[in-house]
């Protein structure tokens, strides 16, 4: 599996926009690029998946370039709700993986 | 609604006893996983299943055991033989291939006394 790489942290003010880099240099042509969120005390939340170029939902949206090296995770105008850790999965196509999470970038909302 | 629960929320254990946690779900998930996260870390992978009546060590089995009898059970036995258990066990499921998203429980919080 891909490692990633992402911030310890990050701060915020309320209502900015958010970027979250993930860089994994080391995926695979199968692999999909997964951002989870998890705040304290409850299991991670899955936000958003993508394979290339770029994803938008509800929460979120995922650019990922064309040599798909690295990811960014755009959070629009976050509140202090917003105040978790997210963690960047590089995950195999078609079975199932031993995924391990790594320590996740830690974002603070501030008011 | 669709989902895993773990019980119990939270769990105290005398040393040398062996504890069990359970993992329910009901979405019909084939793939369920145990993970453990100690303060401020990230989440370490246990134990997962496939397929019930087998399981496959993750990076830190050692002092834990698992059975998956069935496909929406997979309790996790907390051993005398982990030496440090306590911490925060998370459980997930996830449907497995051609879909990669996993489903979590709200886990159990195990203290040892």
């Known amino acids: 599996l891909a490692k990633t790489t992402q911030p310890i942290s990050m701060d915020s003010y309320e209502g900015q926009e958010v970027n979250i880099t993930c860089s994994h240099n080391n995926i695979a042509t199968n692999d999909y690029i997964t951002w989870y969120q998890q705040f304290p005390s409850q299991g991670p939340r899955f936000i958003i998946q993508?394979?290339?170029t770029k994803v938008t939902n509800e929460v979120a949206s995922l650019f990922i370039p064309a040599d798909r090296k690295s990811s960014t995770l755009s959070l629009p105008r976050v509140s202090l709700s917003d105040t978790a850790v997210y963690y960047c999965?590089?995950?195999?196509?078609?079975?199932?993986?031993?995924?391990?999470f790594g320590t996740g970038t830690k974002l603070q909302v501030i008011p | 609604d669709g989902g895993i629960t773990q019980s119990p929320k939270y769990l105290f254990r005398k040393e040398g006893q062996n504890v069990t946690l359970s993992c329910e779900q009901n979405?019909?998930?084939?793939?369920m996983y145990w993970y453990r996260q100690d303060p401020g870390q990230g989440l370490r992978l246990i134990y997962y299943s496939q397929i019930v009546n087998d399981f496959q060590k993750g990076d830190i089995a050692e002092g834990y055991s698992v059975s998956r009898e069935k496909k929406e059970s997979f309790p996790l036995t907390v051993t005398s033989a982990q030496k440090n258990p306590t911490a925060f066990y998370l459980c997930?499921?996830?449907?497995?291939?051609?879909?990669?998203?996993?489903?979590f429980g709200s886990g159990t919080r195990l203290t040892v006394v």
């Open positions: 999965l590089v995950v195999i196509s078609g079975g199932y993986q031993k995924v391990t």
């Open positions: 979405l019909n998930h084939d793939a």
């Open positions: 997930a499921s996830s449907p497995g291939t051609g879909n990669y998203g996993y489903t």
């Open positions: 993508g394979y290339k």
